[in-house]
């Protein structure tokens, strides 16, 4: 049989992926550690850039607006590849990106960085969703189970390396390299899917959506600002707080009632209709929560508590990450082989609630091996979770709907990041300050008044008893942290519970024939026929 994707001969049996199909997956892989290793890298060579460019006030910006460029754009990304041809959309993201990293590793000052970075966060949004959304195109669900060790491995790599690259990068060949970096890795990606992946060219008459565009960015971009800046520029009661609350409400309940009248919807509501897609996109949301908040204050308890060097911080993350590697390759062979993925959500949910309640036990006296454990248990957790979720609501729309199916997926896990960042940092620092200024009193208040983390060198300067009363307020805050995680991971195992394990498409004639009417179970594919 002939793949029309790639004009190779495929094994309808099982067999290997054609040469060219293997090519483009490569470069899918490449742009998405391009997507994910951004971030990481350059909060390594902050410090650097604030020192030559100045601006320290506005340097959360940098991050932030990346962040808001990132969210906005990835609903939109998914609906121009559904509406005029996802090859088009996918190179342009990838373009937009570059020019995005080259005029930030350029900029001057640091308002012209936080500009370009904005830039390049559009293109960002574009990157991940089109790799979703490419990989829907050219495999099938039950195969596509065999590439969840790439993706999870190229997560992997970007959190533990990013750091080490960052810091690699920006002490021998300064902190601009952190975004020229980007360039050739994105020009290889380029040039191998401009060369190798033949996609159908779509014409669509209806425009698109503006009005939903606008009030979608609106909704999303409030809700972003109020995480970062919800108990740290502003308090959470402030007025500024509450106008973005109101702005982002406002915005979101009229972007769902566009939605129903508008021709071609950024976000068409049916998709929601199917039972998998909605407790996907609620899983995904609760994966996100969970995974950035562990990422952010693991290392930290380690450095403060532990006393490990913040050098390493991202191999402290090892056991987590290592663990949702395996896991997530055992799951996806797993998936491939027997054409069942229910038991994956179930398992995840009830051993990411049980690894961050174990997190939450972590004291002073904690040893570096056992809170390893208990990480390895989370990331066995997040292994059954990262990948099946994509998987499943994937294969929970037709293929017209594929794009906004993955963008939307992708969003919600975007957006549970931000909430559990903001959620489960204040609660860190309500505890740290409340510990601090109970084991040290005024010493304690003026150690945490500027900030409730010290980084190693600050801690090292601190009086012994200001920084015994410093270690027992970050196991404090950490346990409350993660005993919050705990409790919101409940609900993804609730969640999994009522998946319906409805045959992946691609699983022979019974995955095809099979009833269809409950609107569970997705209208079945038909092939992929791209031109060359």
Same mark, same amino acid.
């Given at each position: ?210 009005? =939903?565009?606008? @009030?979608? *960015? $609106? !909704?999303?971009?409030?809700?972003? %600002?109020?995480? +970062? ?118 398992? =995840?949910?009830? @051993?990411? *609630? $049980? !690894?961050?309640?174990?997190?939450? %036990?972590?004291? +002073? ?124 991971? $409940? ?42």
């Amino acid at each position: 049989m002939t793949d029309t994707a790639t004009g190779n001969a495929v094994d309808t049996d099982g067999g290997k992926q054609p040469k060219s199909v293997r090519v483009v997956l490569l470069a899918l892989m490449i742009a998405m550690m391009l997507a994910m290793l951004d971030n990481m890298i350059i909060g390594t060579a902050m410090p650097t850039i604030v020192g030559e460019l100045g601006g320290l006030e506005h340097l959360s910006w940098v991050v932030t607006a990346y962040a808001l460029a990132t969210a906005a754009s990835t609903p939109l990304w998914g609906k121009i590849g559904d509406m005029y041809g996802r090859k088009g959309a996918f190179l342009s993201s990838i373009v937009i990106f570059l020019i995005g990293s080259a005029l930030s590793g350029m900029a001057q000052d640091m308002g012209q960085l936080i500009g370009f970075r904005a830039v390049q966060g559009l293109g960002a949004g574009g990157l991940m969703v089109g790799v979703m959304a490419i990989i829907g195109d050219l495999i099938p669900p039950r195969e596509r189970g065999k590439y969840q060790g790439m993706m999870a491995g190229v997560m992997a790599l970007a959190m533990i390396g990013g750091p080490l690259v960052g810091g690699t990068i920006t002490d021998h060949w300064g902190w601009r390299w952190a975004f020229y970096i980007n360039l050739p890795l994105g020009a290889v990606a380029l040039v191998a899917i401009t060369a190798v992946l033949h996609l159908p060219k779509k014409r669509s008459d209806a425009r698109i959506d503006y009005l =939903g565009a606008v @009030l979608l *960015t $609106v !909704g999303i971009t409030a809700i972003v %600002l109020v995480t +970062t800046w919800g108990g740290t520029e502003y308090a959470w009661t402030s007025a500024r707080i509450m106008e973005l609350i109101g702005i982002g409400v406002a915005a979101l309940v009229g972007f769902v009632f566009w939605q129903t009248r508008a021709a071609e919807p950024v976000v068409p509501l049916h998709i929601f209709r199917n039972r998998n897609f909605t407790l996907m996109s609620l899983i995904g949301f609760i994966t996100g929560f969970v995974m950035f908040g562990a990422t952010l204050f693991l290392p930290l308890y380690q450095q403060a508590v532990q006393g490990a060097s913040a050098t390493n911080s991202g191999l402290l993350l090892l056991p987590m990450l290592g663990a949702m590697l395996v896991t997530s390759m055992v799951a996806g062979r797993l998936t491939t082989s027997t054409g069942r993925y229910k038991i994956f959500p179930v398992a =995840g949910g009830a @051993l990411m *609630t $049980v !690894g961050l309640f174990l997190l939450s %036990l972590m004291d +002073t006296g904690t040893t570096r091996f056992t809170s390893g454990l208990y990480m390895a248990v989370l990331g066995l957790g997040m292994g059954c979770l990262m990948q099946i979720t994509m998987l499943v609501a994937q294969n929970s729309v037709e293929m017209k709907d594929m794009g906004v199916a993955s963008s939307t997926t992708t969003l919600f896990r975007t957006l549970g990041s931000s909430f559990g960042v903001a959620i489960m940092g204040a609660l860190f620092n309500h505890r740290v300050q409340d510990v601090m200024a109970e084991k040290a009193g005024g010493l304690g208040s003026k150690v945490t008044e500027q900030s409730a983390q010290l980084d190693a060198a600050s801690l090292a300067k601190l009086p012994a008893a200001a920084r015994e009363a410093y270690q027992h307020a970050v196991s404090a805050g950490t346990h409350g942290a993660f005993l919050l995680g705990s409790v919101v991971a $409940v609900l993804a195992l609730i969640a999994a519970v009522f998946v319906k394990e409805v045959p992946l498409k691609g699983t022979g004639p019974k995955a095809a024939d099979g009833p269809a009417g409950d609107g569970d179970t997705a209208t079945p594919k038909a092939p992929v026929t791209e031109s060359v």
